[in-house]
């Protein structure tokens, strides 16, 4: 079935360090690709997502370009801060599908 | 435009006793879904409901039931709650008018079970 992996946490920066968090997946057919942010306390919000290969979301400075060939979507950021700090899920839908494959999140700490 | 809203925010049960989460959107989203999230473990997807009228189990639906209500409202009830069900459970709505859509989660319900 399909699945997602992603690094595991939790992922210690300095402010304006670069970030980079893999996430691969598996799936049939042509899934749309998502990050979700969790922060402290609070439910999942949509931080950015890609709906085909190639395509590269963006948001808040955040990054991450759906390739099909390695089939992976990591995501990026030049310079974190530390209201950056959070978990980040990388997720699929599958092509016909609303049903969301989760990965089990990476945690992430920006020291000052 | 509250978004989606979950009942109650926190909540301590004993085994066996019962209770209802309650979930409500105001996006007039066809979808919606009830989550469960444990350490290390990410989301797991207890049922969902495609549109009003329907429901269907996801992967970890045992001890758990849902009902949807109307198109606003999908609630989740323990019948017998058991302490392997300690943990924060999130409600999703989603358009779903194609796939590829966002998920649109509420704040999380924190449930202990003694």
């Known amino acids: 079935g399909d699945s997602v992996t992603q690094m595991e946490g939790p992922v210690t920066l300095s402010e304006e360090a670069f970030l980079t968090i893999n996430c691969t997946y598996t799936?049939?057919?042509?899934?749309?690709l998502f990050w979700y942010v969790q922060y402290p306390g609070e439910g999942l919000q949509l931080l950015l997502k890609?709906?085909?290969?190639?395509d590269k979301g963006s948001n808040k400075g955040f990054e991450a370009t759906y390739r099909k060939e390695t089939t992976s979507f990591h995501l990026e950021k030049g310079s974190v801060q530390v209201s950056d700090s959070a978990v980040y899920f990388c997720?699929?839908?599958?092509?016909?599908?609303?049903?969301?494959?989760f990965g089990a999140g990476t945690r992430l700490f920006v020291k000052a | 435009n509250a978004g989606v809203t979950q009942t109650p925010k926190f909540q301590v049960l004993k085994t066996g006793q019962s209770m209802t989460l309650q979930c409500a959107q105001d996006?007039?989203?066809?979808?919606m879904y009830w989550y469960r999230q444990d350490p290390g473990m990410g989301l797991r997807l207890i049922y969902y409901s495609a549109s009003e009228g329907t429901t269907d189990k996801g992967e970890v639906p045992n001890g758990y039931n849902v009902s949807r209500l109307n198109k606003r409202e999908f609630s989740l009830r323990l019948e017998s709650a058991a302490p392997s069900q300690t943990s924060v459970y999130f409600c999703a709505s989603s358009p779903f008018e194609t796939s590829g859509e966002t998920q649109y989660f509420g704040p999380g319900t924190r449930l202990l079970v003694l």
């Open positions: 799936a049939t057919g042509y899934p749309s």
């Open positions: 997720a699929l839908t599958n092509t016909g599908g609303f049903k969301t494959i």
């Open positions: 996006m007039n989203h066809n979808s």
């Open positions: 890609a709906t085909k290969a190639d």
